[in-house]
């Protein structure tokens, strides 16, 4: 079993940034792909990004390719969501999951608000 738990939420101005951190418990997380997805107030989840479990192949949303990075440090069993150019339409709760594979979503936090202002 593994527990995730998403920080680093908050309210933010359009281009400003923010950095979500994924810590898990449990089990280890380097066995896993992990996925960050968002699901803002009137739509459906939807996926953001995914790492490999040795950090070295990522994807991305092409709504937020170029401004937001994933990335993994296995030693603290943490995973990362930069975001950057923050937009308005960004707003959403964010949820990372870990799975087999990627979009598999096997374990799953309990989500993070991200606000941003206009």
């Known amino acids: 079993q593994v527990q995730l738990v998403e920080s680093g939420g908050g309210l933010v101005q359009a281009g400003g940034s923010l950095r979500l951190s994924c810590a898990a418990s449990?089990?280890?997380?380097?066995?896993?792909?992990m996925d960050w997805f968002r699901q803002g107030p009137e739509n459906e989840r939807e996926f953001v990004a995914t790492?490999?479990?040795?950090?070295?192949?990522?994807k991305y949303a092409d709504s937020v390719k170029g401004r937001f990075t994933i990335a993994r440090d296995n030693t603290k069993n943490t995973v990362y969501l930069q975001m950057n150019s923050l937009k308005a339409e960004d707003t959403a709760v964010y949820y990372c999951a870990a799975g087999i594979h990627y979009n598999t979503g096997n374990y799953w936090g309990q989500g993070t608000q991200v606000t941003v202002s206009s």
């Open positions: 790492i490999n479990s040795g950090g070295d192949w990522t």
């Open positions: 449990g089990r280890t997380l380097s066995r896993y792909y």
